[in-house]
Structures are given as structure tokens and as C-alpha cells.
């Protein structure tokens, strides 16, 4: 078999492939051959050179549709926004993007496997905190925050908004939800982070609301 001269785009095409597929179909009713076969001239032992496993595969999915609906950049460049508003803003955004909601409702039980809750840890410190300090960076030179400790505020909010408040790795009713959404407002107003707002609340029940009534249909 003839060398592959351009690997990244045989990657990308796959991950064009099977974006589609688990929108499309979920990801439990897709498979590694459905992705295969709507490439058309890819075999499973190419796949297999480029992703391990399906569990593989979705990771990348989900890191691809999180660039590309990532709120903190659509946020960065707004202008008349401090430091807190625009942070605000991006958590706002991250809770109503539609293209984000319908990509964790087509592959919900899939984000409770070990692997991915352990790729997902990961990210929110590498690549999720970094983003919420830039604006609380920014906040504290506008005045509008003054936070001690701005790295580990930043990371333990992105653990908790991401991990702890997750619907899907923590499957518990609409009420317990929301009491858990209060508690993070009272936590990260006593150290200076009033971030969660009545808006920003009002979108965390939505939010939960859609995920559930989706689970409750598959």
C-alpha cells in the first residue's frame, strides 16, 4: 500500500465523517464501519492508523466542536465589556450554544466513560482555566474583580462548571441541579467572583432541562 503523503487531512476527513454521523445518528447507533463506509475510500485499517478506538474518535470529536464553539474567544474581542462581564458572557454563551447542546445530546453516556472524564479533567486545567484567567486577569486591571488567588480560581471554576454541574457525569433531578448552581454563586461571591447572575442561572435550568429531556427520549 502506497505511502499516505498527507495524513492530517485523512485525520480531518475522518473527523468531518463521523461529526456528521454522530449529530446525524448518535453515537450509539454509529459505528466505526458507518464511518468508514461514508468515506467511501478509507479502509479500517487506515482508520485504526489514525484513531485507536471509537472512544478515540469522539474525544477528538468533542475537543473539535469545542474549538469551534468556544465562547471565550467569540468573547475576547467584544468591545465595552470589563473583565467580569466579558466573563460573564463567555459562560452565558457556553450554556446556550446550540451547536454545543447538540453535540453532548447525541453522545451523552459516552462522556461518563473513565477515559473521557479523565481527557476532560486534563483539558479544563490546560486548556478551559487559561481562558477564564485571561478575563479574570483582565478584570483585576479594570477594577471590576480583585481575586487572591486568580490561577486556582480559575481552574477549580472550570472543574466545577464542566465536571461537578455536568448533567451527564452527574445525572441528578432539575431542583438538585439548581441547588448545586446556588451553591456556586455563594461560593464564588465569597471570594470575589460574582459571576453567576439570575440570567446566567435561568440558562443553567434550561440547559440541564434540555439534556434531561433528551436522555429521558433515547
Known amino acids: 500500500m502506497p505511502r499516505n503523503k498527507y495524513p492530517e487531512i485523512t485525520e480531518q476527513r475522518i473527523l468531518d465523517a463521523a461529526t456528521k454521523l454522530f449529530l446525524e445518528r448518535g453515537w450509539e447507533q454509529t459505528t466505526i464501519q458507518d464511518i468508514v463506509d461514508d468515506l467511501g475510500d478509507l479502509t479500517r485499517g487506515a ?17 473539535r466542536l469545542a474549538l469551534e464553539n468556544n465562547p471565550f474567544e467569540q468573547t475576547k474581542d467584544i468591545t465595552g465589556l470589563n473583565g467580569l462581564e466579558k466573563l460573564k458572557n463567555a459562560f452565558l454563551l457556553s450554556f446556550t450554544n446550540q451547536g454545543q447542546m447538540d453535540a453532548i445530546k447525541s453522545i451523552p453516556s459516552i462522556l461518563r466513560s473513565p477515559k473521557l472524564i479523565a481527557n476532560q479533567l486534563m483539558d479544563c486545567i490546560n486548556t478551559g482555566a487559561p481562558d477564564i484567567l485571561f478575563f479574570i486577569e483582565e478584570g483585576m486591571k479594570d477594577g471590576s474583580l480583585s481575586i487572591k488567588y486568580p490561577k486556582q480560581t480559575a481552574e477549580t471554576l472550570m472543574l466545577l462548571t464542566n465536571m461537578w454541574i455536568s448533567p451527564v457525569i452527574f445525572a441528578v433531578d432539575t431542583e438538585e441541579y439548581m441547588n448545586k448552581a446556588r451553591h456556586l454563586r455563594e461560593l464564588y461571591n465569597g471570594i470575589g467572583l460574582p459571576i453567576i447572575d439570575e440570567q446566567i442561572l435561568t440558562a443553567l435550568e434550561q440547559f440541564h432541562k434540555e439534556i434531561c429531556d433528551q436522555n429521558r427520549l433515547s
Open 47 to 63: 482508520f485504526y492508523h489514525h484513531f485507536k478506538s471509537k472512544a478515540d474518535i469522539i474525544d477528538a470529536v468533542l475537543n
